[in-house]
């Protein structure tokens, strides 16, 4: 794998029993009644595996993005009450601060100025390109054993899958995670905490400020340090979205922009 060590980094990584993962690449029951060819296995075309694995990542997707939505419409509740905020929705201004790399040592306001520019969605398309390209359409080690679908490193022992080409005195292993869904999360959350991916929360911001869709093309340009490939990375990924027609799947994207357009960094 080909990706700089420090935007690989999870914030929380579990280890977990590996899991079969049904895609679009692997076996699938919707293609039982297809015919067979010589080895006796199911004719499924290029197209069909790609739409199997679209298919079944977009739940988790939405589901992933409700939930940074909940998460959101607690901070909006925590903006508007700012001036006289309890214990325990300080201490929740805490728990977001701390999961998305703000510092909770600043005033709560300029605590939730900046998180309002990262909890926020991310665009299906850019997702389902990532998903693909990093676990190889599903099939990659990674995405089966491991239910890592986006390539994330993790740096504890134990914390995921030792790379068969780590090189000698490298530490880092491939994250784990409990469930396909697991992995779209943390994802997500990498996404919209790293200082890595400030690009991509702006380019989201302009946006949403001119009520626009966010567009997954557009914020690919933001994942300049996802890889070591740089600027090629970013170009793979746009024409992944391109060649499938992914952005008819951020029209569905659930998007937030109820809060005031912030101006700090985040």
Request: include cysteine; hydrophobic fraction near 40%.
């Amino acid at each position: 794998m080909s990706h700089a060590h420090p935007l690989k980094t999870i914030l929380f990584a579990a280890t977990l029993a590996g899991l079969t993962i049904l895609t679009g690449c692997e076996k699938s029951t919707d293609i039982a009644s297809q015919k067979n060819n010589a080895n006796g296995q199911p004719n499924i075309s290029v197209s069909e595996k790609k739409a199997n694995f679209f298919a079944y990542l977009q739940p988790m997707i939405e589901q992933a993005n409700a939930e940074v939505i909940e998460q959101r419409q607690q901070l909006l509740a925590l903006l508007a009450n700012v001036e006289s905020l309890s214990q325990s929705e300080l201490d929740s201004l805490a728990a977001l601060s701390k999961t998305y790399r703000v510092d909770n040592k600043l005033a709560p306001a300029n605590q939730i100025n900046q998180l309002s520019s990262k909890i926020n969605t991310i665009p299906a398309a850019l997702i389902l390109a990532q998903a693909a390209n990093e676990s190889a359409w599903g099939t990659s080690r990674f995405a089966r054993e491991g239910n890592n679908f986006f390539g994330q490193w993790c740096f504890s022992k134990g914390c995921g899958i030792v790379p068969n080409s780590r090189n000698s005195g490298a530490n880092h292993e491939v994250a784990s995670f409990d469930s396909p869904l697991g992995s779209v999360k943390s994802y997500i959350r990498n996404l919209n905490s790293h200082p890595a991916y400030q690009l991509l929360r702006t380019l989201r911001q302009q946006s949403l400020n001119e009520g626009q869709v966010v567009s997954g093309e557009i914020l690919a340009q933001g994942l300049i340090g996802y890889s070591e490939r740089g600027e090629e990375y970013v170009k793979e990924i746009q024409s992944m979205i391109r060649f499938n027609k992914l952005s008819r799947f951020d029209a569905s994207t659930i998007e937030a922009n109820t809060a005031p357009a912030t101006t700090g960094k985040g």
